[in-house]
């Protein structure tokens, strides 16, 4: 796993999985996203956006090596978008949540 470590500031993605079964268990989940959580241009924060997108398919149970209709599919699921949400919330950067609110219209 590649590390990008500019900064000290670190946020962590947290996914919760309930299933919809009587007496189911709770998962959750956590993904270390770790760099310039900081981003100055639209470039940098589509590219931190990028980095949050790809943490939380991680959390939600894709990886890289996932099959294409799988990770479209976790993408669609309310684990992932509310992992996104809550992370760019987290990091509270008025850029990044531009560029998120723009794509999530």
Known sequence: MV???RTPATASILAVFAMPVANAQTVTSSVRLAGDLHPQSELQA???LDRVKNAADEAC??????VAEYSRS?????CWQQSVSDT??????PV???IYGR???
């Open 3 to 5: 590390k990008f470590f």
């Open 46 to 48: 589509r590219t931190l």
């Open 88 to 93: 760019v919330a987290h990091i509270a950067n």
């Open 103 to 105: 794509e999530a219209r």
């Open 96 to 98: 990044l949540s531009d």
């Open 74 to 78: 976790i993408r669609h699921s309310p």
């Open 61 to 66: 149970g894709a990886s890289k090596f996932s």
